[in-house]
């Protein structure tokens, strides 16, 4: 998994109740001026996934028929405890500020929308391939929060986030430019990442190709196909969110329009970039691969 050290520094956001974070296993300063810790307790905490599988029985034979399988979204189980410092439980009137100020983070998680809600750390002592901070992204909250307390034991705080990704990511992303054409584009996780393709204009159509796998991977947009709309210009871009499946023409300001239908279903796959490099082209039709030079991708680092 993502994660081997549940005392490392998180951070909360949700930007619904609040922009700047909750930390989580360091000391932080309440609204009131006094400090609190909210630390995670390593034995209450999980993060995973699930496979969906279905699977039938051979007909009059013994076996199975396995048939393809996915991941679920990821899920954070947490239990947060109080604490006033490392050695001094949280008590009156410093808890109920406590809990007023992480309930007000947790509910804003609820339904957040996109960027509202996440999970940030650090893994222990960094990462031999990546030293970014890594995040579960676009979380909300799965199961409310149950309260609890032993005697002589922290309040504690227990519930579930859940995430539409399958996977945890590198908290900084990545843009390697596809200038001149072509360009290499790098996932230094241990998964398959979902892009985001920008393909700037003008053009009337591109072919977007990984030849780093056997057979290639391709993306063909085109202009002339029923519901396209027109072909693009200097100002405007077509951005291919893989995860979402989604293709949307963007001009310098607000989004235009939805033209997935220019995609080459016959011959386009929203494919995604395994672990490690990969050489990326992109062709265009009545382009010119000057004024295409800010065509991009957008990647964060996969990790299992």
């Given at each position: 998994m993502p994660l081997a050290d549940w005392t490392v520094p998180f951070t909360l956001t949700s930007s619904v109740y609040s922009a700047t974070g909750l930390s989580i296993n360091t000391s932080?300063?309440?609204?009131?001026?006094?400090?609190?810790t909210f630390f995670f307790r390593p034995d209450g905490c999980q993060l995973n996934a699930?496979?969906?599988?279905t699977k039938d029985n051979v007909p009059q034979a013994d076996g199975s028929i396995l048939h393809r399988r996915f991941m679920t979204g990821m899920e954070m189980q947490l239990v947060v405890q109080m604490w006033e410092d490392n050695d001094k439980i949280a008590c009156d009137s410093l808890l109920e500020e406590m809990l007023d100020v992480f309930?007000?983070?947790?509910?804003?998680?609820?339904n957040a929308g996109d960027n509202e809600g996440r999970m940030t750390w650090v893994p222990t002592n960094g990462s031999s391939v990546s030293s970014t901070s890594r995040m579960l992204e676009d979380i909300r909250l799965l199961s409310y929060p149950v309260e609890s307390q032993q005697g002589g034991s922290p309040y504690e705080v227990a519930l579930t986030v859940d995430s539409v990704w399958p996977y945890a990511a590198d908290f900084t992303q990545l843009a390697p430019s596809l200038s001149g054409g072509s360009g290499t584009v790098i996932n230094r996780g241990n998964r398959p990442s979902y892009?985001?393709?920008?393909?700037?204009?003008p053009y009337d159509a591109f072919v977007l190709t990984d030849t780093s796998v056997t057979p290639n991977a391709i993306i063909r947009w085109d202009?002339?196909?029923?519901g396209a709309g027109a072909a693009l210009t200097n100002a405007e871009y077509i951005e291919i969110d893989t995860f979402r499946n989604s293709v949307t023409k963007v001009a310098a300001g607000p989004v235009l329009s939805n033209v997935a239908a220019g995609i080459d279903m016959t011959a386009s796959e929203f494919f995604t970039i395994?672990?490690?490099?990969?050489?990326i082209t992109v062709s265009y039709t009545?382009?010119?691969v000057t004024n295409n030079n800010s065509s991009k991708a957008l990647i964060n680092a996969a990790w299992a």
């Open positions: 932080v300063l309440l609204p009131s001026g006094d400090r609190g699930t496979v969906r599988q309930m007000g983070y947790v509910y804003g998680l609820l892009p985001v393709w920008q393909i700037y204009g202009q002339t196909l029923p395994s672990p490690g490099s990969h050489a009545s382009g010119n």
